[in-house]
C-alpha cells in the first residue's frame, strides 16, 4: 500500500512539474528560514551549557535601591567569595573574578593585547573548561601562573609546547604558562585569551581583601545540586551585611547560569528578559513563514482537486475507504515535505557562511546530532500535515458517483477556504513588512536623536601612566601638527559610563531625594573638544580654583530642580564643589535610554582616555598616523591604539541593527513565498477560465479588460488582507515602541505604502500569469472542448 | 442474489425535486446477465450507483446476498463492495498515473491481498485478457478497446460476485465493443452475475434479461431466448 502511494505521490510530481516546482520552491524558502532560526535560537538557548554543573552555578547580584532609581549591580566586594565558600553547607565553592581585563601581552617581539581575567583558586572547580595541557587542580596553585587558551598559544608560539614558557604583562610582571585550554566556545559567557589568579601577597590585592564597600569584582557561587536557593540567597545577604553594616541599599542574591545570556536585561531591579525576547520573536517568524508556505501547498493542492478527483472516484469505487485516501494524501504532502527539507539542507549549507556573517556567530549544521534529526522530523512533519490536512480532508471526501459521471465542479465549498488562507497568507506577509519598515525607522529615530555632542572627527586613545605625564608635551605636539583643533582627557571613555553613585549633598535637597548619578573626571577644554553646549556658566580652565568646581548636566540640573544652580555648593565625599557649569545632555549610555544625571568634575591625572578633535577636513589616516609618531614616542612601552567616537557609539545599536537585518530578509522571503503562491493559483484560475476567455475576447473584450477581470479576484483579497493586517500591526508594533522612551509613531503613510506595493506586486505577478491567456486566440480555446 | 423493493431517490436542487427512482423493485438471481435500457434521465445510472453501494437510497429496501444494505454507512459499504463487486464504466475510469498493471492491482490491494499473489492474479487476468503485454504501458498509450479490456481485467481480479456495467460498449468502435461483450459473456458463462447499462439493442441482446426503465419505475421485461 505505502508504496503505492510513493508512485503515485512521485508520478503526480513528474507529471505536474509547475505544481511541483511551486510547492517546493515554497517550502524550501520557508525550511530554509526556518533551519536558520533553529541553529540560531538553539545556539542563543545552548549558552554556557557546556559547564557540566551549569544548573547548579549563579552569579552574584544585587538590587541596589536607591529610592527614586532601583538597579541591578553585578558588581561585588572582593572578600564576598572567600567568606561565603564553604561557609554554607549548600555552597559548594564560591570565586571572585576581575571583569575581562585587556592587557599588553609580550614573548620576545611579539607585543599584543589580549582579553584575561583574575579568578579566584576555585575558578577550575566551578566551570569546565576542557585543559589540552597541564592540569585544573594545580594551576592556580601559584600567583605567577598562567592558563592559555589553545589559539593563544598558537599566536605566541606556533606548534611548539606553550607550557613553562613565560609571557610579560603590561610590560611589567612574568606569568609562567602552566596549562592550555581550549577556546572558550561561541556560546560561553566567559571569553578570554588567558586566566591567572589573584595575587594574594600584592599590597592591592591584600587591601581590596578587606575592603567590603568597594564593588567591582564578580562572584559566582556553585551549589549542591538541588540546593534551596532562598536560604544561599539570604546567607549571602547575611554575609556581606555583616561585614558591610552601613550599605542599607543593597540586597544580594543570586542569578542562574542558564539564565546569564536569555534573560540579562533588569529594569527596577526585576529582571526583564533581554535576548529571550528575540529568541521568541524569531521563532514565531520561523512559524509564520512555514505557515505561509503551508498555505501555498494547500491552496495549490486544492485548486487542482479537479484533475485529481477522478482518481478519487475510481479509488473509491475500488474499495477505498475515506481514511485510505487521506492517508494517501497525507502521505503525498509528506513526501513534497521530504523533498523540500533535503533541498532546505543543501541551501543552508551553501548559504551558512553569509549567515554566520550577518548574525555575528559561528554556526554550523551537523544533520547527524541527534537534536537536529529531531528538529528536521518536527518540521517535516509539521509541514507534512499541516500542509497536507486541508487537501486531504478535502480530496476525500468527493462524492464517486458525481465525480466519474463528470458532473463533478469545485464549488463555493472549496474556494472560500483558500481565499481565507491567500487572505491569512497577505496579513502575515503585510504585518511582516510593516513591522520590519518599523523597526528601521524606529532605530533611525533613535540615531537621529540629538546625543548632546559630536562623536565625528573625535578620536580616543587609551591613556597610560606616561602619557598621563608627558601630557603638556603631548599636547604641545598635537597642537603644532596644525591637524588637531582640542584635546581634553577624561576618566572614561565618552561611550561609557564607568562610575555611578548616590547624588551629592547640597541645601535644599528633600530628604528622599536618592537620584543615581554618573560621575567623570575630565580635563581643560572638555566641552569644547566633545562638542557639547555649555548652557549656563564655564568649562574648566585649568586654574588650581578648577579642583573645587563641578559640571552638571542639564538631567541633573532637572532631577535635583534647581533654579540657579551655578555658584550651588554641591558636598560630595568629604569635599565641596562649586556649580560652575551646566552642560548638555550627552549620551554615553544606552541611546535608546534617557541621559542619566552627570556630574563632571576637573580631575587631570587619573584619565584613562585621551580625546582628540580633528580639524575640519583633516583626513583621518593623515592624523592616525601622525598621532601614532606622537604617542610611540611618549608611550613607548605600549601598543598604539585608537578609536573613532562615531564608530564605537555606532556600536551601541549592534543588537537591533542584527534583529532589523533578520526581519528584513525573513519580510523579504516571506512575501516572495506570497509571490509564487499567488502566481501558482493565478495560473490555475486561468486554466480554469481558459474558455471564458476565449468567450469574453469573440464577444470583443480587450487585453486590458480581460487583465482586470482576474486580477480583479486577487486584488480584492489583498485589500480584505490590508484592512485585517493594518489594525493589527498598529496595535502589536505600538505597544513593542513603548518599551522605548524615544520612540516614532507608527504612521498611516506607513501603510499607504506598504498597500499601495503589496497591490503592485499582486497586480504583477497576477497580470505575467494572465497574460498569456489572454492573448492567446480565442479560437484554440474554443476548440479544446 | 439481489432484492429491491419499492425504491426511491430523490435529487433536490433549491428550486425542484426530481425523482430519479420512483418506488423500483426488481430482483436479479445468482448467474444472470441483465440488461437495463432506457431513455436519458429514465433512472438507470441512479440503479446503476445504488446497485453497486455508490449512493444510498432515500426509501425502501436492498438486500443483497440476504443483507439488508440500503442504510449501510459508508465504512461498510465500500467493505462489502470491494469484495463483492466489480465496475466497468463507459469511460474506462483508470487512474492516468499508474501503469496497465498496477491499475488492474488495486482492487487487490484495497481488499489486502498478499505481493506475491497479487502478482499471480493480475498476470493471470491480463493473460486472459489478451494485454499482458501492454503490462508496463500506461492507459494514455492504449486504444479505447484496449483500455476498456484493463478496466475489466480491474473488475473481474478480485473475482466478484456481481459486475456492474455502465454502457462499456458506449466509447468504443463496433469490433472492440464486440469484444468487450464477448468478454463479459464469457465471464457470465463461468458464474458472474452482471448487470449492464446500455443504449445498444444490439449489445442488450447479450443478456438474459432486459429490463426497461422510464421515468424512474420499470416499464417492461423481456426475457431473451
Known amino acids: 500500500m505505502i508504496k503505492n502511494y510513493v508512485k503515485i505521490a512521485w508520478r ?59 538597579f541591578t549591580d553585578p558588581s561585588m566586594a572582593m572578600p564576598l567569595a572567600k567568606a561565603i565558600d564553604g561557609g554554607n553547607p549548600q555552597i559548594k565553592h564560591a570565586v571572585v573574578t576581575t571583569y575581562r581585563e585587556e592587557h599588553l601581552v609580550e614573548y620576545g617581539n611579539t607585543k599584543v593585547k589580549k582579553y584575561l581575567y583574575q579568578v579566584g583558586e576555585q575558578f577550575f572547580n566551578i566551570f569546565s573548561w576542557k585543559f ?153 517568524i520561523a512559524i509564520i513563514i512555514l505557515l505561509i508556505a503551508c498555505v501555498n501547498f494547500m491552496n495549490l493542492s486544492t485548486a487542482r482537486s479537479e484533475k485529481r478527483a477522478k482518481e478519487v472516484g475510481i479509488r473509491k469505487t475500488l474499495g477505498s475507504e475515506k481514511s485510505q485516501l487521506v492517508t494517501q494524501f497525507f502521505f503525498e504532502s509528506i513526501i513534497i515535505a521530504l523533498i523540500a527539507f533535503g533541498l532546505a539542507v543543501g541551501f543552508v549549507f551553501l548559504l551558512m557562511p553569509f549567515f554566520n556573517t550577518m548574525v555575528h556567530k559561528n554556526l554550523h549544521l551537523n544533520v547527524f546530532e541527534p537534536v537536529f534529526i529531531l528538529g528536521a522530523f518536527v518540521i517535516i512533519v509539521f509541514t507534512g500535515v499541516v500542509a497536507g490536512s486541508y487537501p486531504a480532508l478535502y480530496l476525500s471526501s468527493f462524492n464517486p458517483v458525481k465525480v466519474l459521471k463528470g458532473t463533478f465542479a469545485a464549488g463555493k465549498a472549496a474556494v472560500l477556504p483558500r481565499r481565507i488562507l491567500v487572505v491569512g497568507q497577505f496579513v502575515m506577509s503585510i504585518l511582516l513588512i510593516s513591522a520590519t519598515i518599523i523597526v528601521y525607522q524606529q532605530i533611525q529615530h533613535i540615531k537621529n536623536r540629538s546625543i548632546g555632542y559630536n562623536p565625528n572627527n573625535l578620536i580616543m586613545i587609551p591613556a597610560s601612566d606616561d602619557i598621563n605625564k608627558s601630557f603638556e608635551s603631548i599636547k604641545q605636539e598635537l597642537r603644532n601638527s596644525n591637524l588637531v583643533s582640542s584635546v581634553t582627557r577624561t576618566s572614561s571613555p565618552l561611550t561609557e559610563i564607568w562610575w555611578k553613585s548616590g547624588a551629592p549633598d547640597y541645601d535644599g535637597k528633600p530628604a528622599n531625594a536618592d537620584i543615581i548619578f554618573s560621575g567623570l573626571q575630565a580635563d581643560v577644554d572638555f566641552t569644547k573638544t566633545i562638542g557639547t553646549k555649555v548652557l549656563a556658566g564655564r568649562d574648566f580652565i585649568g586654574t588650581p580654583g578648577d579642583t573645587s568646581v563641578m559640571l552638571l548636566n542639564k538631567a541633573a540640573v532637572d532631577a535635583m530642580k534647581l533654579k540657579n544652580p551655578i555658584g550651588m555648593v554641591m558636598r560630595y565625599g568629604n569635599r565641596k564643589y562649586t556649580v560652575a557649569g551646566v552642560i548638555d545632555n550627552v549620551v554615553m549610555a544606552s541611546p535608546f535610554d534617557p541621559v542619566d544625571p552627570l556630574m563632571v568634575y576637573y580631575s587631570p591625572n587619573g584619565a584613562s582616555a585621551i580625546n582628540i578633535r580633528l580639524k575640519e577636513g583633516v583626513a583621518p589616516q593623515k592624523a592616525i598616523a601622525m598621532l601614532e609618531g606622537i604617542f610611540k614616542k611618549y608611550n613607548p612601552k605600549d601598543l598604539f591604539e585608537y578609536r573613532f567616537v562615531d564608530q564605537e557609539f555606532g556600536k551601541k ?30 495560473s490555475f484560475t486561468i486554466e480554469k477560465r481558459f474558455r471564458e476567455i476565449g468567450v469574453r475576447k469573440v464577444l470583443g473584450a480587450t487585453v486590458r479588460q480581460l487583465l482586470m477581470l482576474i486580477s480583479a479576484e486577487f486584488l480584492k483579497l489583498v485589500l480584505i488582507a490590508f484592512l485585517i493586517a493594518v489594525p493589527l500591526t498598529w496595535y502589536l508594533m505600538s505597544s513593542w515602541l513603548q518599551k522605548y522612551t524615544y520612540h516614532i509613531n507608527v504612521s498611516i503613510w506607513l501603510f499607504g505604502a506598504v498597500g499601495v506595493l503589496i497591490l503592485l506586486l499582486t497586480l504583477v505577478v497576477v497580470s505575467l500569469n494572465t497574460m498569456k491567456a489572454a492573448m492567446a486566440n480565442p479560437v484554440k480555446s474554443l476548440r479544446s472542448e | 442474489m439481489i432484492k429491491i423493493t419499492n425504491l426511491e431517490k430523490f435529487y433536490r436542487t433549491e428550486e425542484v425535486e426530481t425523482i430519479a427512482l420512483n418506488k423500483l423493485s426488481m430482483h436479479v438471481d445468482t448467474g444472470e446477465f441483465v440488461a437495463i435500457m432506457g431513455p436519458s434521465g429514465c433512472g438507470k445510472s441512479t440503479l446503476l450507483n445504488i446497485l453497486g453501494m455508490l449512493d444510498d437510497p432515500d426509501e425502501g429496501s436492498y438486500v443483497f446476498n440476504d443483507i439488508e444494505v440500503a442504510h449501510f454507512n459508508e465504512r461498510k459499504r465500500a467493505d ?28 487487490l490491494i484495497y481488499t489486502g491481498v498478499s505481493a506475491s499473489e497479487r502478482v499471480k492474479r493480475v498476470e493471470e487476468v491480463l493473460d486472459k485478457m489478451q494485454i499482458m503485454h501492454r503490462r508496463n504501458h500506461y492507459p494514455q498509450q492504449l486504444s479505447g478497446g484496449q483500455q476498456q479490456r484493463v478496466a475489466i481485467a480491474r473488475a473481474v481480479v478480485n473475482k466478484p460476485k456481481l459486475i456492474l456495467a455502465d454502457e462499456p460498449t458506449g466509447n468504443l468502435d463496433s469490433s472492440n465493443g464486440n469484444d468487450v461483450m464477448e468478454l463479459l459473456t464469457d465471464l457470465n458463462e463461468q458464474g458472474t452475475t452482471i448487470i449492464m447499462v446500455t443504449h445498444s439493442e444490439h449489445d442488450a441482446r447479450y443478456s438474459h434479461r432486459i429490463i426497461r426503465l422510464l421515468d424512474g419505475q420499470t416499464v417492461m421485461e423481456n426475457i431473451m431466448v
Open chain 1, 12 to 70: 503526480n510530481l513528474v507529471r505536474n512539474k509547475g505544481f511541483a516546482l511551486t510547492n517546493i520552491l515554497g517550502l524550501t524558502i520557508g525550511m530554509v528560514c526556518t533551519v536558520f532560526i533553529f541553529l540560531w535560537v538553539k545556539d542563543e538557548v545552548s549558552f554556557d551549557k557546556f559547564h557540566t554543573d551549569h544548573d547548579n552555578i549563579y552569579k552574584v547580584l544585587a538590587t541596589r535601591d536607591f529610592k527614586n532609581n532601583i
Open chain 1, 132 to 284: 589540552t595541557k597541564g592540569n585544573a587542580a594545580t594551576a592556580l596553585s601559584d600567583p605567577k601562573n598562567m592558563v592559555i587558551t589553545e589559539s593563544a598559544a598558537k599566536s605566541f608560539f606556533g606548534d611548539a609546547d606553550p607550557i613553562n614558557k613565560v609571557l610579560k604583562l603590561d610590560n611589567a610582571n612574568n606569568f609562567k604558562i602552566v596549562g592550555v585550554v581550549t577556546d572558550p566556545p561561541g556560546n560561553s559567557t566567559f571569553q578570554f585569551d588567558f586566566i591567572i589568579p589573584f595575587d594574594y601577597t600584592n599590597e592591592w590585592v591584600k587591601n581590596r581583601m578587606n575592603e567590603w564597600y568597594n564593588s567591582s569584582h564578580n562572584v559566582f557561587v556553585q551549589t549542591v545540586p538541588n540546593a534551596n536557593m532562598a536560604a544561599v540567597d539570604k546567607y549571602i545577604d547575611q554575609v556581606k551585611h555583616k561585614n558591610a553594616p552601613n550599605d542599607k541599599i543593597s540586597t544580594y542574591y543570586t542569578f542562574p547560569m542558564n539564565k546569564w545570556h536569555l534573560y540579562s536585561e533588569f529594569k527596577d531591579g526585576k529582571n526583564v528578559g533581554g535576548m529571550i525576547e528575540y529568541v521568541r520573536l524569531f521563532t514565531v
Open chain 1, 653 to 682: 545599536f549592534a543588537t537591533e541593527e542584527l534583529i532589523s537585518r533578520i526581519t528584513n530578509i525573513f519580510a523579504g522571503l516571506a512575501i516572495f513565498i506570497c509571490c509564487i503562491g499567488l502566481a501558482g493559483l493565478a
Open chain 2, 80 to 107: 462489502l463492495r470491494k469484495h463483492n463487486i466489480g465496475f466497468v464504466f463507459q469511460s474506462f475510469n483508470l487512474i492516468d498515473e499508474l501503469t496497465v498493471f498496477e491499475n488492474v492491482e488495486l482492487p
